[in-house]
Nanobody, 118 residues
């Protein structure tokens, strides 16, 4: 059974940085794609960034240049480094795992809260 555990969220001032982590278990980590999504209060969940098995990355326009997604296959962990944070980045951030281009065997973590406020 796939399990994703996110951590690293918290309260940060505008312009600050955070690094989120997502530890996966129950899968052959290097065979899967990973992504980060976020959901702000009262809004729909939205895509933030993804990283494929071969390391290809993709970013939402709203975070491009400020966010970096990476993976450590040895540690079975995916990271989201967020810099120059803005109040509009405030949301619950979720890790997602999927297999292949269709993202089959799809699973989500429980989320970690990021609050950007002075």
């Amino acid at each position: 059974q796939v399990q994703l555990v996110e951590s690293g969220g918290g309260l940060v001032q505008p312009g600050g940085s955070l690094r989120l982590s997502c530890v996966a278990s129950g899968i052959i980590f290097q065979h899967y794609n990973f992504a980060w999504y976020r959901q702000a209060l009262g809004k729909e969940r939205e895509f933030v960034a993804s990283i494929a098995t071969v390391g290809t990355t993709r970013y939402a326009d709203s975070v491009k240049g400020r966010v970096t997604i990476s993976r450590d296959n040895g540690k079975k962990t995916v990271y989201l480094q967020m810099n120059s944070l803005k109040p509009e980045d405030t949301a619950v951030y979720y890790c997602r795992v999927g297999y292949g281009s269709a993202w089959s065997e799809n699973s989500w973590g429980q989320g970690t809260q990021v609050t950007v406020s002075s």
